[in-house]
């Protein structure tokens, strides 16, 4: 603004008064001033002018009141004051623009053309994706299923949400685009994200059950073993595949459709104060291979005062013929006669195989001698699983610590029991 107008309006005494007055350049100095600082409202001046408003008076004001968009603003007031009868020299002056640029305005509303007037230049507009009523009508969108837009889909893509906005959602008076979908889904915190399959027990008794089983372990004495026991198989002898270093340009490759060479089911037990596995070969898995580690485990550690079996729901793991044949092992006079120690069952949470230590194990040694295999006998195999925990036992022998502190070759998790552990190799599939 020019110095000579800031000192006519800084000398300001009067108020206007008279409208006989009006044609004052001093006087119009002072309204307009005065119109701008909202000291006075534009209805009374049009009424103390005795001026019809403006068709467009009402969308002219609506856009006075937002100061966070100064170019609408701006036009806006220029267009009421023009009405007003303001001379454009005098306006081009107070507001620092050009005659031109006052009378396309004119131009503009005499053609209706009021999204000129009101229109933003593109540094002066708020993104799409900022704006409120663009993301309150994708939330709402995005809350619904695509079935109660008739979509036979179970969950929304970008666009699928960007044409049913676009056809069935009134409020917008523009067509959004799949940036500015996106752009406002990202803005509002949202994200396509994959569900992650959680591990969970329906067992009623589940927290009760890992009560005891914690207990156990906190309170082993050293004349106490804790064993993880499971079944492994049955597997297939066949050509397997895996994770293998090729050279470039080669892909191994795997048939499908094979014959198989024999299987292999192995019974195992993870002692977990001394890390030591123990494991027989079986042809079925049931209640009388249950009672057979029983005794074998029983002898083995036949100089121990408890043994404590931990294992999953399967069912020829508490049936009545084993429980019986249990009793039969844990009876006084046989365990004094032979000095065997007391078994004393933990069992996990129903379907809690994810909490079994030896899964954990058993995921090691598939990695090791199992993938990228191809024995040709089941005797091979066995002498490949015989070598592999032949090492495993030495090594914790030569190095004796709880199974927990030292990740044997590659197995899924530290092999001890943890109410956070996953111990199943959900990529290792033992049934084949």
């Not at 800031?6 to 206007?16: G, Q, T, V």
């Not at 209706?112 to 933003?120: A, E, M, S, V």
């Not at 008076?173 to 803005?187: C, E, G, L, Q």
Request: proline share 4%; aromatic share 12%.
């Amino acid at each position: 603004m020019p110095m000579k107008v800031n000192e006519i309006i800084a000398r300001e005494s009067i108020f206007l008064e008279n409208s006989r007055l009006w044609k004052s350049a001093f006087l119009q100095m002072v309204m307009l001033r005065k119109l701008e600082k909202r000291k006075i409202t534009w209805d009374y001046a049009f009424s103390e002018l005795g001026i019809q408003k403006p068709d467009d008076y009402d969308d002219l004001l609506r856009y006075l009141d937002k100061p966070d968009i100064k170019r609408s603003q701006q036009k806006a007031l220029l267009a009421l004051a023009m009405c007003l009868g303001f001379k454009t020299h005098m306006l081009a002056i107070y507001f620092d623009v050009s005659t031109r640029y006052l009378r396309n305005i004119m131009l503009q509303r005499k053609r209706n053309n009021l999204d000129f007037i009101t229109g933003q230049k593109y540094r002066d507009r708020i993104p799409r994706h900022l704006r409120e009523d663009v993301q309150s009508i994708v939330s709402k969108t995005l809350h619904e299923p695509p079935s109660a837009y008739g979509i036979n889909r179970t969950t929304w893509t970008i666009n699928l949400l960007t044409s049913t906005i676009n056809n069935g959602s009134p409020g917008l008076d523009f067509k959004v685009t799949r940036s500015n979908v996106s752009h406002t889904i990202r803005a509002m915190g949202y994200r396509f994200r994959k569900t992650k399959e959680v591990l969970t027990s329906n067992d009623p008794d589940y927290k009760e059950k890992l009560r005891k089983i914690t207990r156990t372990l906190q309170r082993l004495g050293p004349a106490d073993r804790f064993f993880s026991i499971d079944e492994y198989g049955p597997i297939s002898v066949r050509h397997r595949g895996g994770k293998i270093l090729t050279p470039d340009g080669v892909r191994p490759v795997v048939q499908q459709y094979q014959e198989s060479k024999g299987k292999i089911i192995m019974t195992a037990a993870l002692e977990l104060v001394n890390n030591q596995v123990s494991y027989f070969y079986s042809q079925k898995k049931d209640s009388e291979e249950m009672v057979k580690l029983a005794d074998f485990l029983q002898k083995k550690y036949h100089h121990c005062r408890f043994l404590y079996f931990s294992w999953d729901a399967a069912s020829w793991h508490s049936s009545r013929y084993f429980m019986s044949e249990l009793k039969k092992l844990n009876d006084p006079i046989y365990r004094n006669d032979y000095q065997l120690p007391k078994i004393v069952l933990r069992p996990l949470p129903a379907r809690a195989q994810f909490l079994n230590v030896i899964e954990s194990v058993f995921s090691g040694m598939s990695r090791a001698v199992i993938q990228n295999s191809n024995y040709s006998s089941t005797r091979e195999m066995k002498a490949a699983i015989d070598a592999y925990f032949s090492e495993r036992n030495d090594f914790f022998r030569r190095y004796p610590h709880r199974a927990g502190n030292k990740i044997w070759g590659r197995e899924r998790v530290k092999p001890s029991f943890s109410v956070s552990n996953n111990c199943k190799d959900k990529f290792v599939k033992y049934r084949h």
